[in-house]
């Protein structure tokens, strides 16, 4: 019986798009229907957003993906061991989530901004909890406004703002990064109401706190997704440090053209244009600290 099974199975193959990578496993997207699917190899690596395609290799038990298509780009995150560690891939969009609560790490909000200009990706700063006021963040905000970064304040608990917000995600692959608790799942619960089972079931962790610990693809109409992800704290580091202040900080960018060196990195070198601009308050010193910072950490890495 288990036999006659497996001959009919085999031949069946077909393409998807992958939802969430386990250790083992990959849950796939397939004509509108989720499989579970081996891998193929110890060696492959497959992550959410990845497109695949499965079949039923000969005497196996069950799918099992057969070959990976080329990705657009992968979102890669920095392990504790200091080793790149994969995400998401095939995205449009990174959306920042910030909120009143937990107070905003700024500069973490710099590092994810650089990192979705580096790999060509639209950046969004999405509010939440607007209940909770956003008197406090206003002036970061402007500064982000000022710059062009696109800033939506929603609330995912009362649906403020969720229309809208589901509008500006229309087309497109959207990847939710941020702190813990500022309430990417909670948004997407809100967005994707037939999301809230899914999220409860796969976000429990050790302790029982329904926190997020893979990145998880839901579709968000015929063309467009979003994927829930634990924060994607550190990028990995880009292939040149002054590509990363052109490409993530665009003020810097901007005035580096006055700057005595070509290759001035706006850290100590004599006759930097940034650092006057600085000094005279043209550009936020805050931001400018972010770039330190990033670049100081980039170069520990060792890029
Ligand atoms: N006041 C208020 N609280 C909210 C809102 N949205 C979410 N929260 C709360 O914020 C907390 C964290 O929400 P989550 O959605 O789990 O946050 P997360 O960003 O997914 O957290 P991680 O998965 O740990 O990264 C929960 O207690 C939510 O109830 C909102 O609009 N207003
Ligand atoms: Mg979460
Ligand atoms: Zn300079």
Redo the contacts with the bound molecule.
């Keep these: 019986m288990v036999a006659e099974q497996k001959e009919s199975n085999s031949g069946i193959s077909g393409t998807g798009t992958v939802l969430a990578s386990y250790g083992r496993g990959v849950l796939v997207q397939a004509d509108g229907k989720t499989l579970h699917c081996a891998l193929s190899g110890r060696k492959q690596r497959i992550v959410c957003g990845d497109r695949i395609t499965w079949g039923y290799p000969p005497s196996a038990d069950g799918p099992s993906v057969q070959s990976v298509e080329p990705r657009r780009n992968l979102i890669e995150r920095i392990d504790a061991r200091g080793r790149a560690e994969p995400v998401a891939a095939n995205i449009d969009r990174l959306a920042i989530?910030v909120a009143a609560e937990p107070a905003p790490d700024w500069f973490l909000v710099d590092r994810y901004w650089a990192g979705a200009a580096l790999k060509d990706l639209d950046g969004l700063l999405i509010v939440?909890?607007?209940?909770?006021g956003t008197e406090t963040i206003q002036p970061e905000l402007k500064t982000y406004r000022d710059l062009q970064l696109n800033c939506v304040e929603v609330?995912?608990?009362?649906g403020a703002g969720i229309a809208d917000l589901k509008l500006t995600l229309a087309g497109s692959v959207t990847l939710l990064v941020?702190q813990?608790?500022?309430?990417?799942?909670?948004l997407v619960n809100a967005l994707v109401p037939e999301a809230v089972a899914q999220t409860a079931e796969l976000?429990r962790d050790a302790e029982g706190r329904?926190?997020?610990t893979t990145a998880r693809w839901y579709p968000l109409g015929a063309a467009s997704a979003i994927i829930?992800a634990?924060?994607v704290r550190d990028f990995a580091p880009p292939a040149s440090l002054v590509r990363a202040a052109e490409r993530g900080f665009i003020e810097i960018h901007q005035l580096s053209v006055n700057c005595r060196f070509n290759d001035c990195r706006h850290m100590e070198e004599p006759g930097c244009a940034v650092r006057t601009a600085v000094v005279a308050q043209q550009i936020a010193t805050r931001r400018y600290e972010s770039y330190r910072r990033l670049f100081r950490l980039y170069e520990k890495l060792g890029s």
């Design positions: 989530v939440n909890k607007l209940d909770l609330a995912s608990q009362s941020g813990s608790g500022v309430g990417k799942s909670s976000t329904h926190t997020t829930d634990p924060g």
